[in-house]
């Protein structure tokens, strides 16, 4: 049996992206849509209820354009809202904390894990828990680097500024002796070349793309939801928003092959509406 519905992915930027060249490496006959909540980038420091409503607002789109899964590509958007969207929507849902934190607790040796994110990932502690799940006497050192998002949005990522507040944010981790890091937001493996200068081969470093990738394949298989591979792939792009700068850092992951980019109204994203989830 085959499903040939795209798979929805959404993120407030261009981090998501990231997940989103993972997803088509490793699902090549999977249609894909992704949401950029450009207008109201950036999710990390917003109140969880207004980020909640948001994801919320682009799964109920996603929903609209006959998405047959949605995978949350944003850190901050799956703390905030993954186990109320669970509730709402009767698709599957795949957030990127789970599938990070159990390639962290695989990865270290020294039982040492650090965590650079957003303020509102570190805040929700979502990933202390999905680690000591998994392994109570794992150690975590969890560090806010807010700054690198913006710098990572507006093409910055190989900039002195970003190596600045890197060298910022790792410093503690560092003196931790972390030997295992997660890039806890999804804009940062956009930085993993300087990340890798300055921890050298200290530590293993963690992004979640690949692991919520092969997560979203097994969904799929178990749930009878793979596309076949007789399957031509369509890609589409949705932000709110201006797409110019977007556009530019997509092009650097994806080159020629950028799907086309269309904008939605912004009043489709964190409108009220009578009760908050109704789906
Ligand atoms: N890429 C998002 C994440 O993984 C966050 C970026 C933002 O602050 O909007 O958390």
């Known amino acids: 049996m085959s499903d040939p519905r795209p798979v929805g992915v959404f993120d407030s930027g261009v981090g998501g992206l990231t997940v989103l060249r993972e997803l088509q490496r490793q699902l090549p006959h999977e249609s894909t849509i992704y949401f950029a909540d450009l207008a109201h980038f950036p999710y990390g420091p917003r109140y969880q209820a207004e980020v909640r409503q948001f994801a919320l607002d682009i799964i109920r789109f996603l929903q609209k354009l006959d998405v047959k899964l949605v995978v949350i590509a944003c850190n901050t958007a799956t703390a905030a809202a993954l186990?109320?969207?669970?509730?709402?929507?009767d698709i599957p849902i795949i957030g990127v904390i789970t599938p990070g934190a159990q390639a962290a607790v695989e990865?270290?040796?020294?039982?040492?894990?650090?965590?650079i994110s957003t303020e509102g990932t570190m805040h929700s502690g979502e990933y202390l828990h999905a680690i000591r799940e998994a392994n109570p006497t794992i150690g975590v050192l969890p560090k806010a680097a807010p700054d690198l998002v913006d710098l990572v949005e507006s093409g910055k990522a190989q900039s002195p500024e970003a190596e600045a507040a890197l060298r910022h944010a790792l410093k503690d981790i560092i003196e931790y002796q972390a030997?295992?890091?997660?890039?806890?937001?999804?804009?940062?493996?956009?930085?993993?070349?300087?990340?890798?200068?300055i921890t050298g081969d200290r530590m293993t470093i963690v992004d979640s793309a690949e692991t919520t990738a092969q997560k979203t394949g097994r969904v799929l298989d178990r749930n009878g939801l793979g596309s076949s591979d007789a399957e031509t792939p369509i890609h589409q792009i949705y932000v709110t928003g201006s797409p110019e700068r977007f556009t530019e850092v997509a092009r650097v992951l994806f080159g020629e092959d950028l799907p086309p980019i269309r904008s939605v109204p912004v009043e489709l994203v964190g409108q009220p509406r009578g009760r908050e989830g109704a789906a």
Not at 179 to 197: A, F, V
């Open 83 to 89: 186990n109320t969207a669970r509730e709402v929507f």
């Open 107 to 115: 990865a270290t040796r020294n039982r040492r894990v650090g965590v």
């Open 179 to 197: 030997d295992t890091l997660i890039l806890g937001c999804t804009h940062y493996p956009l930085l993993r070349p300087l990340i890798s200068k």
